[in-house]
């Protein structure tokens, strides 16, 4: 099948497509612009999903819509009455996606909906079901249940068939808003107040589990035409949150146990009695009807959800850190470097000048993120040498100064006027060719394109090349996550000092 996703450079659309990916399904990316991800997604763009918007092109040949695209804020000085704004893109402009996607021939169209269209807190052991009546609150959930209704409306006079999905919080991996403020500031021990709230119990959804289920509805016959709350199936209190965030992370829940009457007297105060609603009170789902009638059950639980999105803040935040210091390092020794192998590099022109007339070798790489970039390097090989990964040039391709340089790595200093430029990094994955499709598909599954590319690193220190695309992708990723200062300094040490193979040849 092929599944259109809108909103793809979103939180949810973005992991969906990812998973949609490694399915039988063809996953395609409905974007304003190009995003950055998976190389084996294909794209189409959606300008805009306002009413009257041309939207056949993106839906030719679609199987399943699955619309998660929405507008969420709407800043009040900028808007007299938000609920119009808001409107516009989640009532008129999903109406207008759903009626071409009707004269398109969709099967099916799935709308990521909200739990705020059934309401904002429920009493503790009072979950919302399915068939609860809606009670939208704010200008956002109203527009979401009007979309909702417009949606159930359509597929009564159509062949469309309608999944309406209202998940709770979503959280993962890359999570933006509350949650990752959350895990903020317990990472810097910040002392919270709202480690006292342990009577509340509050249902959430991981983005793992969100997309299973959106996966599951996709082609389940059951689904037609039906509404499904979501979430983990294990509820949680705030402290408890809060402690498992903590043990995510590795730090001390440092949280303080105020009494929660004494949270909604401070919040009712500061005029946010809001705040502590949301903090202190309830918001259960039961997700019976998603086990009964599709036969779903969640795979992740909320502990080992939360736990994994806690260590991936963590890590992230740890790369960060190291990149920033190594795009330091990197100026400092590539500019260094430029002025100490200064003669160096003259004398390799003059003399590369002199041996093939053109001294220099300019080729496009593959950079981070899979942007194209100009890899300099002294010229090694002959000029009518095709332009092909260096494992499938034969020798005799080599000069007989492309020998000297290459022994002693001279033909890589070029490249420090790259890593000077910010395109690559001393340490980092070689930069491959855009013609060599089974290294960078390894490479995209892998998450290598997600840094610089290095004139060195483990790979070709241990003597890996690019004719093994697997093996190399694998080690290119074992470098990438366990990149430290001391790695860092010690393969350019070792580069230095001759060991590794470079880029072989036959």
């Not at 991996?173 to 002392?191: A, C, D, H, I, Q």
């Not at 920033?324 to 192998?341: E, P, W, Y």
């Not at 022109?349 to 093939?356: A, K, N």
């Amino acid at each position: 099948m092929n599944i259109l996703v809108t909103g793809a450079n979103g939180f949810v659309g973005k992991s969906l497509v990812k998973r949609l990916i490694t399915t039988e399904h063809q996953a395609i990316a409905g974007v304003r612009k190009l995003p950055e991800l998976q190389q084996d997604c294909a794209y189409r763009i959606l300008n805009s999903l306002e009413n009257n918007t041309d939207l056949s092109g993106a839906l030719k040949d679609i199987d399943v819509v699955v619309h998660s695209a929405a507008r969420v804020h709407v800043m009040k000085e900028a808007a007299t009455d938000p609920l119009a704004e808001f409107r516009k893109v989640n009532v008129d402009g999903t109406l207008n996606l759903a009626r071409q996607a009707v004269q398109a021939g969709v099967k099916r169209f799935i709308f990521i909906s909200s739990i705020k269209v059934n309401g904002e807190n429920t009493e503790l052991g009072h979950p919302y079901t399915a068939e609860s009546k809606p009670y939208p609150t704010d200008p956002y959930s109203i527009s979401k249940y009007e979309a909702e209704k417009s949606l159930l409306k359509l597929a009564e006079s159509t062949p469309l068939e309608v999944v309406i999905i209202r998940p709770t919080l979503v959280y993962g991996e890359n999570v933006k808003g509350n949650f990752r403020s959350l895990m903020k500031w317990t990472y810097k021990g910040l002392p919270l107040p709202i480690g006292g709230i342990t009577t509340n119990l509050r249902s959430l959804v991981s983005v793992d589990n969100l997309t299973d289920f959106i996966i599951t509805c996709i082609d389940h016959k059951n689904a037609k035409n039906q509404i499904f709350l979501i979430s983990d199936d294990d509820d949680i209190s705030t402290a408890g949150l809060l402690d498992k965030i903590a043990r995510g992370l590795g730090v001390k829940n440092k949280a303080l146990s105020i009494p929660t009457n004494m949270i909604n007297i401070a919040a009712n105060i500061l005029g946010k009695p809001g705040i502590a609603e949301r903090l202190s009170g309830s918001l259960q789902v039961d997700i019976e009807k998603s086990k009964t009638l599709l036969d779903w059950q969640p795979k992740h639980t909320t502990a080992e959800s939360i736990q994994k999105t806690a260590q991936y803040y963590r890590s992230s935040l740890t790369n960060h850190n190291s990149m920033m210091l190594q795009r330091s390092l990197d100026i400092a020794f590539s500019s260094a470097g430029l002025v100490a192998t200064s003669p160096l590099l003259i004398a390799a022109t003059v003399v590369g000048y002199l041996d093939t007339g053109s001294p220099l070798f300019v080729q496009e790489r593959i950079g981070k993120n899979q942007k194209p970039f100009k890899l300099i390097k002294f010229r090694t090989m002959k000029v009518t040498t095709e332009s092909v990964a260096s494992h499938l040039v034969d020798n005799t391709s080599i000069t007989k100064l492309g020998k000297i340089l290459r022994k002693t790595k001279l033909d890589e200093l070029p490249q420090l006027v790259n890593v000077l430029k910010g395109e690559m990094s001393l340490v980092g994955p070689r930069p491959n060719l855009f013609n060599q499709e089974d290294l960078i598909k390894a490479r995209a599954d892998q998450g290598v394109y997600d840094v610089l590319p290095g004139i060195t690193g483990l790979a070709q220190l241990s003597g890996v090349d690019m004719s093994t695309p697997e093996r190399l992708a694998k080690m290119d990723k074992e470098m990438i996550d366990s990149l430290s200062l001391k790695n860092y300094f010690s393969y350019i040490i070792g580069t230095a000092l001759g060991k590794g193979s470079g880029d072989a040849v036959k």
